[in-house]
């Protein structure tokens, strides 16, 4: 698979509608990853042998810019006997048929959770056999929950609304932690880019300092204008401070947040309160504010897409 390849892989993909521009966001997948590194990745998350829980846990590990939507829907589509596609719409599908431990947010869907939800499917799937339905494929079953169990029709209120039976947060373990930090991190870059900002990950914005998301722009006589965004979900906070403050070496840098939840985020406050330099520029955000964020601007950019007022591959 060539560049053009991937794009026309991706691009077709239901959770791509939401983007405008899918070249720019295509490009910026294969950039951050490296297209040999995709390209493995992407082999063996759909054609690998090991049990789905770890290729789903690796896919999401080693690979930057794309989330469970866009995963499941690749696998889907490839097996559609074996794996479920998840969205929001799932979510409020199996939410209202009282389905228990349904993923609220992003980075609680391990490989494990997967794992269930795809036998979740798969009993409904036998259900919708017994009612002599034709196709139960998992497929088939996404288009069920969409065309059956939509009853709550306004989207952008689900992050105000909670499942019944939801996987409690358990933000201690290794493993959630890094699904919580590039989950966040990943959605930060998300909110920039449908804010009109050139977003990245991963960024070096000045010596010694290599931040996990910026926001840049260009405004007229002022030059770049960079806003920096620390996930802190584990670690020194020491170290984040340092770090925060070392990027305003960086004339550039107009804005330094630290996004954590709410415990860290007052240890970081009492921290941050005794370095003059950074107490008063640093700002403070809670990741679960910032997951309902993008999910609502999720829901907008994908209304204003279906409009189509925007050529596709502008």
Known sequence: MDRED?????????AMLIWGNKHYVIDKVINENGIDNFRKHLADLVWGHNEIEERWDIFRTEIKGMGPAMISEILCKTHPNEYML??????VGLNYIEVDNLPRYDYQLTGKVYKYLCDIAKSIGKELKKVDFEDTTLLSVDYFIWEELQIEKNLSKISTKHAGKKIEKEIEHPEQMKFIHDDIRDKIKDIGLWLGFDANIEQKVSDGSRVDTIWEATIGNMGRVIYVFEVQTKGSIDSLILNLLKSLNNPAVQGVIAVSDKTQLERIKNHASDV????????????????KVHESLEYVNSIINNLGLVPQGF
């Open 276 to 291: 003059k330099d950074l107490r008063d520029k640093l700002k403070y955000w809670d990741y679960e504010e910032i997951s």
């Open 6 to 14: 991937i794009y026309e892989y991706i691009s077709k993909l239901w």
């Open 86 to 91: 998840w969205s929001r719409r799932v979510f």
